[in-house]
């Protein structure tokens, strides 16, 4: 799912200051400000968000939205405060800034994607920069001291008490000795769409300011916070997003994109994940990491993986993990170089919190010979007797008929591969493949094996999961039919990560996206989420079935049973509802109906509400969100898709997982839906079941479920 637009964008930000500028009073998009510490504030946040310093409170900054503003007094010798990230910036990010009051010199100490830090210079009226690099790099989670001191002909900088650098101050033509100061952000911005990438993420500790500089107080000082943790997580920032799921996986804030690496090991359970904490857009990849004890319950980790190699410096892209020979987990990843290429790391702990690149990474490097496309990406890893195989989804550069296609590996030790040649290629004349496969699973469902690509959006098609059934014969794989089936009959969940459970239970968990516009992400503060565990089988040799994993009913709580009884015409029974996390299944009996199902999100003003019912006329599932929300940003359209249903049919059963924003269904323990729903209303919460049927008749259990949120080990 990493659209090639997102992707471009996070290029442009890398080559340099393309769409940037110096703005002294740059405010944010439905910016908000406050005072605090005698500072203006500045945020998208509705009030200003605190976590545990060392001198006090912090204040919270989010990567891209919050800062602090000064104008410094006469008198003011120096200036100290401490911070402590939770990521690295997804470009250089300021943590102090000075600007001259007529907007003409400009000079920050910054923080590097890589955790560097620099000294950059700015002369307005020349157009012209200069960075000093400080030969010194900062740890995420950790807090650390920035101090300024401003002489008479320069300034000075120190990190926990210790000198860094002297930058001259050339007295330039109109510079005053009035000076703005800004915590967390530059002047000098730079964008990626509505987002700065020169601010921060995580605390900044209370400023001070000092008429006479003392650099024995802040080694002190030093000493006390290097055994103080910060607490980086902001648990109250969503306390009123009613559509921010609470059982559902997803991380603290931000950007996150597909699951991967699921596994089970030593009485926990593993997954990774894509993330960029530091704003809300496809950048600064790092692999995220949860853990949990029973597939319901996660812990968010830190970081697994990030970029910080020469061979990864573009971003940590997505993979899948394995139980290797020793029975040790084992990651391989996309490494985003000059090339791209595979990497692998290893636990170094026992806990698997920390990992440790392997010393011979990349593994691979670069497509193989006589190929021409250089995105290969998303390793997929499984064993076949004696021999690991490796898949890699790849596209064809065909001028006639580009198509997606996988590369295939070998090796004996899951260490040193080898290229074989293309396991599978696609024919999107024939099966709408499209012309490019990411996050393949490759897996024997008995006496069968069922590969399964997601092609990426082209020429307005969207992305999709799509599966074919078959054999692997000669390293090759061979479809039982040239035609894929979908993994989903309306098209929203991606990417699946497996892990096989038992001899005949698969579990797999997969990255719901939100598809709602930039500002209304922006406005929200997150982006994605991942699906409930979802259980998958073969049926017959012919089709993937799904059903929710158990262990949910777990989060059941109060309960409404509606005992079987008719629908009558066009009438409507109603469910008066409260909650924004519930579980329904419904059993249908059609008889005469030829169109029923479900509206839920709606309001009692019926100003907002959305639909979701079979069309036994059309032949089709259809799900109305014509109506579905008053927020702006939140697309309005109907999504529909063929689905087979008798006019005989005895029973439909209809199993939904409403969750705030995300909605998961169910049909006969088979077939599987997505859709997300954004009300403007809290109370836009009301169910109704419906049928045309003069005879129809329905049974319901509705539950309310428990939060199941998410925890941060940060």
């Known amino acids: 799912m990493k659209y090639f637009i997102q992707t471009i964008l996070f290029l442009v930000v890398s080559l340099g200051d393309i769409g940037s500028r110096i703005y002294a009073n740059s405010p944010t998009l439905y910016e908000r400000t406050d005072s605090v510490w005698g500072m203006e504030w500045h945020s998208v946040k509705e009030q200003p968000e605190w976590g545990n310093g060392c001198r006090g409170k912090a204040i919270r900054t989010d990567g891209y939205s919050t800062y602090l503003n000064a104008e410094l007094e006469s008198g003011v010798k120096a200036i100290d405060t401490w911070f402590a990230l939770e990521s690295y910036p997804t470009d250089t990010a300021s943590c102090i800034a000075l600007l001259d009051k007529y907007n003409q010199l400009s000079f920050s100490l ?3 994607r890589f955790g560097d830090l620099v000294a950059i210079t700015r002369n307005l009226d020349k157009g012209t920069s200069k960075t000093f690099s400080l030969q010194k790099r900062i740890n995420c989670f950790e807090w650390f001291n920035i101090a300024l001191s401003m002489e008479k002909d320069y300034f000075s900088y120190f990190l926990n008490g210790k000198q860094l650098t002297n930058i001259p101050l050339k007295k330039e033509k109109n510079v005053t000795d009035k000076w703005l100061l800004r915590f967390g952000k530059d002047f000098f911005e730079k964008k990626v769409g509505m987002y700065d990438v020169t601010c921060i993420n995580g605390l900044i500790d209370r400023p001070c300011f000092h008429s006479l500089f003392k650099i024995e107080q802040l080694e002190e000082e030093a000493l006390i916070a290097r055994n103080s943790t910060p607490v980086l997580a902001p648990v109250s920032r969503f306390k009123d ?48 990491h949860f853990t949990s004890p029973d597939l319901i319950h996660w812990t968010e980790e830190k970081p697994a993986l990030t970029p910080d190699m020469d061979y990864d410096k573009k971003g940590i892209w997505s993979g899948c993990a394995i139980l290797n020979d020793k029975g040790t987990p084992q990651l391989f990843y996309t490494s985003g170089g000059d ?53 890699i989804g790849y596209g064809i550069e ?45 897996k024997k469902f008995g006496e069968k094996y069922v590969l399964l690509v997601n092609r990426v959006p082209h020429n307005r098609i969207p992305a999709r999961s799509q599966y074919w059934i078959g054999k692997f014969e000669n390293e090759k794989f061979i ?18 990560s497996i892990w ?83 579980e329904l ?6 008889k005469d109906a030829t169109k029923f199902g479900v509206i839920i999100g709606k309001n009692p003003a019926g100003t907002e509400q959305t639909s979701i019912y079979f069309d036994l006329n059309m032949q089709e599932l259809v799900i109305d969100q ?56 809290e109370n836009s919460t009301q169910i109704e079941i419906f049928s045309n049927g003069k005879n129809s008749e329905v049974k319901a259990d509705i539950w309310q479920l428990e939060d199941a949120k998410v925890k941060t080990n940060f």
């Open 585 to 590: 299944c419904i059993d249908f009996y059609p």
């Open 110 to 112: 910054c923080v590097t």
């Open 398 to 442: 065909d001028p006639v008929s580009p198509h997606g296609a996988l590369l295939l590996y070998k090796s004996t030790d899951a260490k040193k591969w080898d290229y074989v040649h293309l396991m599978f290629e696609g024919n999107p004349e024939i099966d709408e493949s499209g012309v490019f496969w990411e996050m393949p699973f490759f």
């Open 241 to 288: 997003d009613f559509n921010r799921p609470t059982y559902h996986l997803l991380p603290a804030a931000n950007w996150t994109n597909e699951t991967h690496g699921l596994f089970y090991y030593k009485d926990k359970y593993h997954i990774f994940n894509q993330k960029n904490a530091s704003s809300i857009f496809l950048g600064q990849i790092n692999w995220g």
């Open 479 to 496: 479809p039982d039919n040239p035609v894929p089936q979908n993994l989903e009959v309306i098209n929203r969940l991606l990417s699946p």
């Open 500 to 582: 096989q459970l038992s001899d005949t239970s698969t579990v797999a968990i997969a990255i719901i996206p939100d598809e709602i516009s930039e500002s209304a992400n922006y406005k929200q503060g997150w982006a994605h989420l991942y699906s409930i565990p979802r259980m998958l089988s073969l049926k017959d040799g012919k089709k993937l079935v799904q059903h929710p994993y158990s262990g949910l009913k777990s989060l059941r709580g109060k309960h409404m049973g509606i005992e079987k009884r008719r629908l009558t015409g066009t009438s409507v029974y109603s469910i008066s509802n409260t909650e924004h996390q519930v």
């Open 626 to 681: 014509t109506r579905s929300s008053l927020r702006e940003g939140i697309p309005q359209r109907i999504r529909k898709d063929k689905y087979s249903v008798k006019k005989d049919e005895e029973k439909i059963n209809l199993h939904l997982f409403i969750d705030g924003s995300v909605v998961e269904g169910f049909i006969n323990n088979e077939d599987a839906f997505t859709t997300r729903v954004f009300p403007l209303y």
């Open 339 to 391: 090339k791209n290429g595979i990497g692998i790391a290893f636990p170094a702990d026992n806990n698997l919190v920390a990992w440790d690149k392997y010393e011979k990474n990349p593994v691979i490097y670069g497509q193989p010979k006589g190929f021409t496309r250089t995105d290969m990406r998303d390793p997929f890893v499984w064993k076949e007797g004696n021999v690991w195989y490796m898949i």
